[in-house]
C-alpha cells in the first residue's frame, strides 16, 4: 500500500495540482489529508472538491474550522483573520457543509499491519504546533501506532523518538527524495510539510510518501506555478503578503 500524505493545502490549487501531478506518476494507492484544505489562497472550493472526491481519510485543520465559523477568529493573526474572512464568503454550501463535518484528529487508520495516526497539530491537541524535539518528546505516551503524521507547521520533517535510550532527533530531509526507514519499538513524528504555504524555506509544494509494507517514507517536493497562485491571491483582494511569501517559501 503507498500512501499519500498531504497536509496544509490552503487552497493553493496550482500547488495541490502540482503535486497530484508529480505523485500521479510515481503511483499511490490512496490519499490521506492532515487538514487546513482552505484559508490563505484563492481557490478553497476546487481545493476542497478534490480532498473530498480524492482523499480516503481526512481530518480538520484550524483553518477548517474557522472558515465555517467552528472557531473564534480572535486566535488569528489580523492577516489569517482577513483571509478567512474571505474564505467564509467564496465558501459553496457544499463545501462548507463538508469542512463542517470534518473529523478532529488524531485519528489512526490504515491495514492490519500498516496502522499509523493522522493529527493536524499535535495528537495531544489539534492546534498545538510541534516544532522542536523536546514538544515531541512530550508527545510519546500518546504515540501507539510506529507513525504518526502531523501538519500546522508548515515545516516538511519529523522526530525519531526511542524510549529506554531516549534517541531522539530531527528527521529532517536534507535532499529530494529522503528516505526514512522506519523500526519497530521507534516512534516517527512525521510533517509532509505544506502543500500550499511551505514556511521551511523551500517555495516548493511538498508531501511524503508512505509505504508501511517496505517500512519506507519518502519525503517529496515539486516546483508549482507560484506566479499564478499569487496573481489569484492578488486579483482576489486578499492580503499581499499572502502572494509574497508564496516565493521564498516562509
Ligand atoms: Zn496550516
Redesign the pocket.
Known amino acids: 500500500m503507498r500512501y499519500l500524505i498531504l497536509s496544509?493545502i490552503?487552497a493553493n490549487w496550482e500547488a495541490l495540482e502540482a503535486v497530484v501531478e508529480a505523485a500521479g506518476a510515481e503511483g499511490w494507492d490512496e490519499a490521506v489529508c492532515l487538514g487546513?484544505i482552505v484559508?490563505y489562497g484563492a481557490d478553497p472550493n476546487r481545493c476542497c472538491d478534490w480532498v473530498r472526491n480524492n482523499a480516503r481519510h481526512v481530518i480538520r485543520?484550524?483553518?477548517d474550522k474557522a472558515s465555517v465559523g467552528l472557531e473564534d477568529l480572535e486566535w488569528f493573526n489580523p492577516v489569517a483573520a482577513r483571509a478567512c474572512r474571505w474564505t467564509q464568503e467564496q465558501l459553496t454550501p457544499e463545501s462548507a457543509e463538508w469542512l463542517r463535518h470534518l473529523p478532529t484528529g488524531p485519528k489512526t487508520t490504515g491495514e492490519n499491519g500498516g496502522r499509523f495516526t493522522i493529527s493536524h497539530g499535535s495528537p495531544a491537541d489539534e492546534d498545538q504546533y510541534v516544532v522542536s524535539s523536546d514538544e515531541a518528546w512530550q508527545l510519546i505516551g500518546y504515540l501507539e501506532e510506529t507513525v504518526t503524521f502531523f501538519?500546522?507547521t508548515?515545516l516538511q520533517g519529523g522526530f525519531e523518538l526511542q524510549a529506554g535510550v531516549r534517541r531522539m532527533g530531527p528527521v529532517a530531509p536534507e535532499e529530494d527524495h529522503a528516505r526514512v526507514a522506519t523500526e519497530a519499538h521507534t516512534r516517527y513524528l512525521i510533517n509532509p510539510g505544506?502543500i500550499g504555504?511551505p514556511r521551511d524555506g523551500d517555495p516548493r509544494a511538498a508531501w511524503v510518501l508512505f509505504e508501511p509494507g517496505q517500512n519506507r517514507i519518502t519525503y517529496r517536493r515539486v516546483a508549482y506555478d507560484v506566479t499564478r497562485a499569487q496573481s489569484k491571491i492578488l486579483a482576489a483582494g486578499l492580503p499581499e503578503v499572502l502572494a509574497f511569501r508564496l516565493a521564498i517559501g516562509h
Do not use: E, F, R
Request: proline fraction near 0%; avoid cysteine.
Open positions: 496544509d490552503h487546513d484559508g485543520g484550524n483553518h501538519g500546522h508548515h505544506s504555504q
